[in-house]
């Protein structure tokens, strides 16, 4: 079974940080690109950032210099930490995994987690 359980998320005032965690079992985390969406309310859901299997990394602009997607091969999981935030990252943020994927793309993201809520007060 393909689970992907976030972690990390919580309430924090504006200029804080936050580290989310995702940790992926059921599948060959080596071999997939791992991604983080989110989805504030009445949004659609938008993607954050994302790492691939050679570490390469891709960000919204709205995050850039902010925040920073690692991954950890041995743990299967992928961070994002997040720092300098602002109300407008308040979200339900997803974790997700791919095989070959656009990092914008979300229909190309195979498995996704429940999501965590991060929610920033100014």
């Known amino acids: 079974e393909v689970q992907l359980v976030e972690s990390g998320g919580g309430s924090v005032q504006a200029g804080g940080s936050l580290r989310l965690s995702c940790t992926a079992s059921?599948?060959?985390?080596?071999?997939?690109?791992m991604g983080w969406y989110r989805q504030a309310p009445g949004k659609e859901r938008e993607g954050v950032a994302s790492?691939?299997?050679?570490?390469?990394?891709y960000y919204a602009d709205s995050v850039k210099g902010r925040f920073t997607i690692s991954r950890d091969n041995a743990k299967n999981t992928v961070y994002l930490q997040m720092n300098s935030l602002k109300p407008e990252d308040t979200a339900m943020y997803y974790c997700?995994?791919?095989?070959?994927?656009?990092?914008?793309?979300?229909?190309?993201?195979?498995?996704w987690g429940q999501g965590t809520q991060v929610t920033v007060s100014s």
């Open positions: 997700a995994a791919g095989a070959t994927v656009r990092w914008y793309n979300q229909a190309d993201f195979d498995y």
């Open positions: 059921g599948f060959t985390f080596d071999d997939s690109d």
């Open positions: 790492i691939y299997t050679r570490g390469n990394t």
